[in-house]
C-alpha cells in the first residue's frame, strides 16, 4: 500500500519544475526520470488488475518451447561447434543490415529536411547522398538474400538434433512437476543443463548423425532418470517412473499404442458405475 502513489504516479507539481510524490504521509521529490524495478522468486505470482493495469509485468519463467531452441544451440554448440557459431555470426550479421539500412534512411530524411527546396536539384552533396545509400541499399539486399539462403542450411543441419532438444524440454518440465508430490523436490535449470553436458559427454561417439541423436536420447534419459531417482523418497520413486513411463506413451516414444481415453479411465475412473 505505501508503494500505491509510485505505482500509479500521482506527483503533484509544485512551480515551475518542482515535482513531489507523497510517501507514508510525507512529502518527497520526484524525478521524471525515475524509474522502479521490482522482481519476485515466487514461480507464478498473481496480482490484482489494478497492478497489471499500472506496472509492466515481465514473465521470465522458461517456456517448454523456448527450453527447446536453448537445448537445441547447446547441443549443436558440443556436437557442431562451427555450424552453431556460424548461426550466431549470421544473426549477429542481420542485425548489422538492418542498423546500416536504418542509418541510411535517417541520413537521407534528414538531408531531405534540410535541403533548399528551389536549388535541390543542384544540390550535389544530397544526390551524391542518394545515389550512395541506393547502392549501399542494393549491395545489403544481396547480401541478406545470400544471408537468408545460408540460414536455410544452417537450420537444416541444425534440425536433425532437434529430437534430442525435444527429449531435454520434456525431461525438464517432468522434474519440475515433482514439487507437487514433496516440495523439497525442487530441480534448478542449471544443475539440469550440468548432467545434460555430462550426458552428452558419456553418449557412444558415432559418425551417423540419425544414430548419434538416438544415442544421445537414450544416454540423457538415463543420466536424468538415475539423478533425479536417487533423491527421491522410496514411494514416490515408483510415482515418478509412472509420469516418464506414461509422457513417453504420448510422445510416441514407445512400441504401445497410447489411448488418451483409457489413460484419463485410469488417472479419474469413471464417475459412475
Not at 21 to 28: R, S
Request: aromatic letters at 10%; glycine letters at 2%.
Amino acid at each position: 500500500a505505501i508503494l500505491e502513489p509510485v505505482l500509479s504516479r500521482a506527483v503533484i507539481k509544485r512551480g515551475r519544475n518542482a515535482m513531489i510524490i507523497k510517501i507514508g504521509g510525507e512529502e518527497v521529490d520526484y524525478d521524471p526520470k525515475f524509474q522502479l524495478y521490482l522482481q519476485s522468486k515466487l514461480p507464478n505470482p498473481h496480482y490484482r488488475p489494478e497492478i497489471a493495469a499500472q506496472c509492466t509485468i515481465i514473465n521470465f519463467i522458461v517456456t517448454p518451447d523456448g527450453l527447446e531452441d536453448q537445448i537445441l544451440a547447446m547441443v549443436v554448440n558440443v556436437e557442431k561447434p562451427e555450424l552453431e557459431q556460424e548461426k550466431q555470426e549470421l544473426v549477429r550479421r542481420q542485425n548489422d543490415f538492418k542498423v546500416t539500412l536504418s542509418q541510411l534512411e535517417d541520413d537521407l530524411l534528414s538531408q531531405l529536411s534540410t535541403a533548399d527546396p528551389a536549388t535541390i536539384l543542384d544540390n550535389i552533396p544530397l544526390i551524391e547522398g542518394l545515389e550512395k545509400t541506393k547502392a549501399t541499399s542494393k549491395e545489403i539486399a544481396e547480401q541478406v538474400e545470400q544471408a537468408q539462403k545460408t540460414e536455410v542450411e544452417i537450420n537444416t543441419s541444425r534440425e536433425l538434433y532437434r529430437p534430442v532438444a525435444a527429449e531435454g524440454s520434456m525431461l525438464f518440465f517432468l522434474i519440475i512437476q515433482l514439487c507437487f508430490i514433496e516440495h523439497m523436490y525442487q530441480y534448478s535449470l542449471d544443475s539440469f543443463v550440468n548432467f545434460l553436458y555430462k550426458a552428452i559427454d558419456r553418449t557412444e561417439a558415432t559418425d551417423d548423425i540419425h544414430e548419434r541423436t538416438k544415442r544421445l536420447i537414450s544416454v540423457i534419459r538415463m543420466t536424468i532418470f538415475r539423478w533425479v531417482n536417487r533423491g527421491l523418497f522410496e514411494r514416490h520413486k515408483l510415482i515418478f517412473c509412472s509420469m516418464l513411463t506414461f509422457k513417453l506413451f504420448q510422445k510416441g516414444f514407445l512400441q504401445e499404442d497410447f489411448s488418451p481415453a483409457y489413460f484419463n479411465y485410469l488417472l479419474r475412473a469413471p464417475m459412475s458405475v
